[in-house]
């Protein structure tokens, strides 16, 4: 039986999914560069809250946690004093789920999520297909198929090895 908890990341995982799918999709036409990106970020944010729900990370509902702020060091406190990192790499995890990289690109296409949506909005300066070219779009979406290859990793992996890198148990 499937509890809440993993019904919920199953669905953001889908939706990671039909994200990447539709930004792939965007990326065809020059023209819609912005929506490409918009569709990734949400993949990339998806797919790495759906990486740390499935290792019990804690973690606030935001399109990104600053390094400087109080949000990212819990997520870092709570990585480093389970040890997760040296847990994955025992289980030769660390390459496909690589947890510092994938809070680097959770932060960094965060930034862009108002931008992708609605440019430049003060005083209607620039629309977002006027900010982003077809080279920012295909890096968009390469990090989104490396954030949704990390979700996914997790999704199938081993249901006795996921356990091991719960809190409490050791690898």
Same mark, same amino acid.
């Given at each position: 039986?499937?509890? $809440?908890?993993?019904? /919920?990341?199953?669905?953001?995982?889908?939706?990671?999914?039909?994200?990447?799918?539709?930004?792939?999709?965007? %990326?065809?036409?020059?023209?819609?560069?912005?929506?490409?990106?918009?569709?990734?970020?949400? =993949?990339?944010? %998806?797919?790495? *809250?759906?990486?740390?729900?499935?290792?019990?990370? *804690?973690? !606030? !509902? $935001?399109?990104?946690?600053?390094?400087?702020?109080?949000?990212?060091?819990?997520?870092?406190?709570?990585?480093?004093? &389970?040890?997760?990192?040296?847990?994955?790499?025992?289980?030769?995890?660390?390459? /496909?789920?690589?947890?510092? &990289?994938?809070?680097?690109?959770?932060?960094?296409?965060?930034?862009?999520?108002?931008? /992708?949506?609605?440019?430049?909005? #003060?005083? +209607?300066?620039?629309?977002?297909?006027?900010?982003?070219? !077809?080279?920012?779009?295909?890096? $968009?979406?390469?990090? #989104?198929?490396? =954030?949704?290859? @990390?979700?996914? @990793?997790?999704?199938? +992996?081993?249901?006795?090895? %996921?356990?091991?890198?719960? !809190?409490? &148990? /050791?690898?």
């Amino acid at each position: 039986m499937i509890d $809440a908890q993993s019904k /919920t990341i199953e669905g953001w995982i889908d939706k990671a999914s039909n994200q990447l799918q539709a930004a792939k999709e965007h %990326l065809k036409s020059f023209y819609r560069c912005s929506e490409a990106m918009e569709a990734a970020q949400e =993949c990339v944010e %998806l797919s790495v *809250k759906s990486v740390l729900s499935l290792l019990h990370v *804690k973690h !606030p !509902p $935001a399109h990104e946690w600053a390094p400087d702020k109080k949000a990212f060091a819990a997520i870092a406190r709570q990585i480093q004093e &389970r040890q997760l990192l040296e847990k994955l790499a025992s289980q030769h995890l660390d390459h /496909t789920v690589p947890l510092p &990289r994938l809070l680097l690109l959770m932060n960094f296409w965060g930034h862009f999520y108002l931008a /992708t949506k609605y440019g430049f909005d #003060a005083e +209607h300066f620039a629309s977002a297909q006027d900010l982003f070219k !077809p080279d920012e779009a295909k890096l $968009a979406v390469q990090h #989104a198929e490396e =954030c949704y290859r @990390a979700a996914s @990793a997790l999704r199938y +992996h081993d249901r006795d090895k %996921l356990a091991a890198l719960l !809190p409490g &148990r /050791t690898a």
